[in-house]
């Protein structure tokens, strides 16, 4: 990595190009820029899970890291390519008053012609879309699991401000719930006449999923509390009876249905990397995701 002290943002790409050169890969073969706006704490774990979900996406990978508003404007970057990145990298911190004006810095490397993802791993501003840097991107990725504050609004507020190209992490974890439930319903033709989602006490995942649930199937959804890891427990009750799946482990879950046997189900909680991949993998509109927004806002309004 290149160390540059007091840069611009043409001093960046201008290294981007040498970084290829050096790497002996001229050509561009990245398909998209990931920005990722960060706490200096926050910063190395951060960049390490766009490293792994940078195999399946090869991207120019951007790491912002806003300091101090006050003072003279500064620019430090720390740039390069290989060393496990598929793409380019740079980690850029702001410090002074172009902190205000971040996204004269960020717009110039972005890559042409090529869709832009922002993701806030901890902290996320209140409207994504109305963020500075938030405004570049079509993707705009955040995580009310992980708010450094106010964690248990985090994914309301997410929610009442949502627009096309918002997501959160907390919906993605929820893929292979929901796919393990739609499957029970479509081997047993039963109508649920209620349902109950048992999860850690501040869960915007449990809580998504009960909108979901909700919007889904027309019935009154109860939302438990319980120990966790996460989601512990889903009960779909019909008239035959439960339907129901258990995992308290966080990794093997329990999957009990009318007239079957128990049977055992792979259902472990994903890393960062991966579900950043799958966000990063669709970056169309998720009308699914928008319906449940609007549900659990009407819910909880």
């Not at 792979?266 to 928008?290: C, H, I, N, Q």
Request: aromatic share 4%.
């Amino acid at each position: 990595m290149k160390e540059l002290i007091d840069t611009t943002s043409a001093q960046i790409a201008a290294e981007f190009v040498r970084a290829r050169k050096r790497a002996g890969s001229p050509a561009m073969g990245m398909v998209m820029t990931l920005m990722i706006v960060v706490d200096e704490d926050e910063a190395e774990a951060a960049m390490e899970s766009a490293q792994a979900a940078s195999h399946e996406h090869p991207a120019r990978v951007l790491g912002v890291i806003l300091g101090d508003a006050r003072g003279t404007s500064q620019v430090n970057a720390q740039v390069g390519t290989g060393d496990g990145w598929t793409g380019e990298t740079a980690l850029i911190r702001l410090k002074g008053e172009v902190v205000k004006h971040a996204a004269s810095v960020v717009l110039p490397l972005l890559l042409p012609d090529s869709p832009v993802a922002v993701w806030w791993p901890t902290s996320a501003p209140e409207d994504p879309a109305g963020d500075l840097l938030g405004s570049l991107a079509q993707r705009r990725i955040t995580d009310a699991a992980s708010a450094t504050k106010g964690r248990a609004k985090a994914l309301g507020v997410q929610c009442s401000s949502y627009v096309k190209g918002n997501t959160d992490l907390a919906w993605t974890r929820l893929t292979p719930w929901r796919a393990l439930l739609a499957a029970a319903l479509d081997q047993h033709h039963l109508k649920v006449t209620s349902a109950s989602v048992t999860a850690e006490r501040i869960s915007p995942s449990a809580d998504l999923l009960a909108a979901w649930l909700t919007d889904r199937l027309k019935v009154t959804v109860t939302r438990s509390s319980s120990q966790g890891p996460g989601i512990t427990e889903v009960v779909l009750e019909t008239a035959e009876g439960p339907i129901r799946i258990s995992r308290t482990d966080g990794k093997l879950a329990t999957y009990a249905s009318p007239g079957r046997p128990d049977r055992p189900i792979a259902l472990k909680r994903r890393t960062l990397p991966e579900l950043l991949g799958e966000e990063l993998r669709r970056l169309d509109e998720d009308d699914v995701y928008a319906a449940v927004t609007r549900r659990l806002h009407k819910m909880h309004a």
